[in-house]
């Protein structure tokens, strides 16, 4: 095992380069300590709003993350809450208390879910629309949450975080929409759940991982298996596996792929493909020319009637903002009306049957 202070150090290295400071941090009592947290809400929204959870990897805070994200925007361009809350010292710097790798007495699903329950009641969110992502250490504390507390997440997307091998005994609570992303080169969190840098095993590899989950999730069959081009010389591989579910569940392969929250540089960014994914938009379906089925939809933004216009017979079908689908109709080819008007204001997603999505707006 190496030093702490190599350890520290290593995890310093990977952080990521800063931009602007963009929010004040607030404080929350919770077991007799003030815990510490960022929110961001967006400059237009709707009650009820759905709530995005971003959770820190080992030695991270708050004002690294605010440096890093610029969250405020995230907000305003996705019309969610974003919560940012902060992990204690433990010893070896701010880490969650996940069985297996924590440490302490700490009850930070407590915290978190106490949180939670906080903000929804302050603000108004929507406990319906409740989302978790987190990098490395928060990676391993997303799936904690999704097995622990499935049963009032909507979707969670960790990313380069695993299922510790005291966890994978657990059987979750409930089905959750599941987007695993990893690269095959981090030599911190393994992709074979090793680590070089912490020279030992910290839990399932992500096969093992994505075997939990399909069993979890009511999967069966193949995946299927699709990717991004590679329009960047960075050396990197996006591959998508999509298993078939009762529940939602992907993994993104980074072939090449490190120990990185990867941000729109490359082929792609992580938090678009998240958001993607949390909304149900089929976020990396690439398909030849000739196979795709343009469609044009008016008036966009709509008061409820739209017309849409299709060069070939598809099958769509509409997802809220919480991916749940809505409906789903054949339309021949040509100009098909869809009446919406029984749905509420907010942002949907019409899909067709290859994959291909637009946004559709009602006010």
């Known amino acids: 095992m190496k030093p702490i202070r190599q350890i520290i150090l290593i995890f310093s290295l990977l952080l990521l380069s800063c931009t602007t400071l963009r929010a004040q941090t607030e404080t929350f009592e919770w077991q007799g300590v003030m815990r510490q947290y960022n929110m961001h809400i967006p ?11 971003f959770l820190h990897g080992l030695g991270d805070n708050l004002t690294h993350l605010e440096q890093e994200f610029n969250f ?17 010292n433990l010893g070896i710097g701010n880490m969650w208390n996940v069985p297996g790798i924590g440490s302490g007495n700490v009850d930070d699903e407590g915290f978190i879910m106490t949180l939670l329950d906080t903000l929804t009641v ?58 695993h992303i990893h690269g095959t080169n981090d030599n911190v969190v393994g992709y074979n759940g090793s680590s070089i840098v912490f020279g030992s ?22 995946p299927q298996i699709d990717s991004l081009p590679d329009t960047h010389n960075d050396g990197l591989r996006f591959v998508r596996y999509s298993y078939n579910c009762d529940t939602d569940l992907q993994h993104l392969k980074v072939i090449g792929g490190t120990h990185t929250w990867y941000f729109s540089g ?36 709509t008061d409820g009637v739209i017309s849409v216009e ?54």
């Open 43 to 53: 400059a237009q929204h709707a009650d009820c709003m759905p709530v995005m959870f």
């Open 72 to 88: 405020t925007q995230l907000a305003d361009d996705f019309g969610w809450a974003i919560v940012l809350p902060q992990a204690l």
């Open 266 to 301: 490359h082929d792609v960014g992580y938090l678009q493909i998240i958001h993607d994914f949390f909304t149900g938009d089929n976020f990396l379906s690439i398909f030849e020319d000739h196979d795709r089925v343009p469609i044009r939809i008016t008036p966009n933004p």
């Open 310 to 363: 299709s060069e070939h017979s598809t099958e769509v079908t509409l997802f809220d903002m919480h991916g749940r689908m809505i409906l789903q109709r054949h339309l021949d080819a040509g100009v098909s009306q869809l009446d919406l008007r029984h749905l509420p204001s907010g942002i949907y997603t019409l899909r067709t049957q290859i994959g291909e999505t637009m946004k559709v707006i009602i006010n």
């Open 201 to 222: 095993k910290l839990g399932l590899s992500v096969d093992e991982i994505i075997n939990y989950w399909q069993n979890a999730n009511g999967c069966s069959g193949e």
């Open 122 to 179: 302050r603000h108004n969110l929507n406990p319906d629309s409740v989302f978790f992502t987190g990098f490395s250490m928060g990676g391993f504390m997303t799936h904690m949450l999704a097995i622990k507390q499935g049963n009032r997440i909507t979707a969670c997307a960790p990313v380069s975080g695993l299922i510790t091998t005291p966890l994978a005994s657990l059987t979750p609570v409930a089905p959750v929409r599941m987007l």
